[in-house]
């Protein structure tokens, strides 16, 4: 389902701009149906008001909770979500009431280091499946305040749908748009689509090397940027916006830790309005790539600071449950064949 389907759908019951902005804040913000000041009854078309609790309930079966996985320390959870069609994506709970949400099932991009990218494409989100994962969220956390588009997938190869379920969240969701974080490895359509949004999010660059060559064998297909266009693209898009770029790092032993990687990482962000977000890796079985002591990634997190770039060392949610991108999804999925359900 589409959000504009779900519009269309309102508008043809009869519902004018202010009903349907009013239903869609109920359900994007989890709200129960007699929630507020003014009751529905009072305000709504009948059409719609009768039709209201199958469409909720449409809604709800959007995504049905598969698994829950809890980290050690209970400020995160990964949670499996199953789709209509069978697949399935990850939706991550965040520390300091936040939520990771996942934009396509599969990638296409093949990041080296990642799991999702194993598998390929096998098809979209839809914009309302996107917004769903939000919404369950907020019934486990009625205070969530930031989602970002950091899950599964690569949100520029996804762009109608990701832009419209961010439009949503932030005219009807009640969130701040800076805390709407869309992430990418970094697109030419995406940043000019961005400049152009009517809900401008904080934009998340992931770099992880500052080595063309380097970066191109670590993500295979993404787009042909070097790295100094990237941070050009994505420095324009922060001042424009006035959010600070968060420029993404994951941290590899032996692969984007060393010195020219430090003096790589200087050079294309020393003065940018933006900050350098490093990951450890959380690691996966079978992909040729571990993660580095903490004590060193916090050496190297300091030397950049030393050096002019705002540098944050944070770690990766679900290290205690195999939590790394895509891993509970082909944990779930051993064995099982699916129908591939392209949805464009």
């Known amino acids: 389902m589409l959000i504009a389907d779900l519009r269309q759908r309102l ?76 697949q399935t994506v990850e939706t991550v709970l ?46 486990k956390n009625p205070q969530l305040k930031k989602v970002v588009f950091m899950g599964m997938g690569e949100p520029s190869h996804n762009l109608t749908n990701v832009l419209d379920a961010i439009t949503l969240l932030g005219s009807e969701g009640g969130l701040a748009h800076k805390q709407l974080v869309f992430s990418t490895v970094g697109d030419e359509r995406a940043f000019a689509a961005l400049q152009q949004a009517t809900v401008k999010p904080a934009l998340a660059l992931s770099l992880h090397s500052s080595d063309a060559a380097k970066r191109e064998r670590l993500l295979p297909r993404a787009p042909r940027l070097a790295p100094e266009q990237l941070v050009e693209a994505a420095d324009a898009y922060g001042r424009a916006s006035g959010y600070p770029v968060q420029y ?35 690691e996966v079985n079978g992909l040729g790539f571990t993660r580095p002591a903490w004590e060193q990634a916090r050496e190297i997190a300091a030397t950049l600071h030393q050096r002019g770039v705002l540098t944050k060392l944070r770690d990766s949610a679900g290290q205690d449950v195999e939590g790394g991108c895509g891993q509970l999804r082909a944990r779930e999925a051993r064995g099982r064949v699916l129908p591939i359900r392209r949805l464009d």
């Open 11 to 86: 508008r043809a019951l009869g519902a004018n701009p202010a009903h349907e902005s009013r239903v869609l804040r109920h359900w994007v913000r989890a709200l129960p149906l007699q929630a507020g000041r003014r009751r529905l009854e009072h305000y709504l078309p009948r059409p719609v008001l009768d039709a209201l609790p199958g469409l909720m309930a449409e809604l709800d079966g959007l995504l049905t909770l598969r698994s829950e996985h809890a980290s050690e320390d209970g400020s995160s959870a990964r949670l499996l979500l199953g789709l209509a069609d069978g």
């Open 94 to 139: 965040l520390p300091r009431d936040g939520v990771c949400v996942s934009s396509q099932v599969g990638c296409a991009v093949g990041c080296q280091f990642c799991m999702t990218g194993t598998e390929g494409l096998i098809r979209q989100v839809s914009s309302a499946e996107i917004v769903a994962q939000v919404v369950l969220a907020r019934r």
């Open 248 to 282: 993404q790092w994951t941290l590899l032993q032996g692969v984007n830790d060393g010195p020219e990687e430090l003096d790589g990482i200087v050079r294309l962000l020393k003065g940018r309005y933006g900050l350098l977000n490093m990951i450890p890796y959380n």
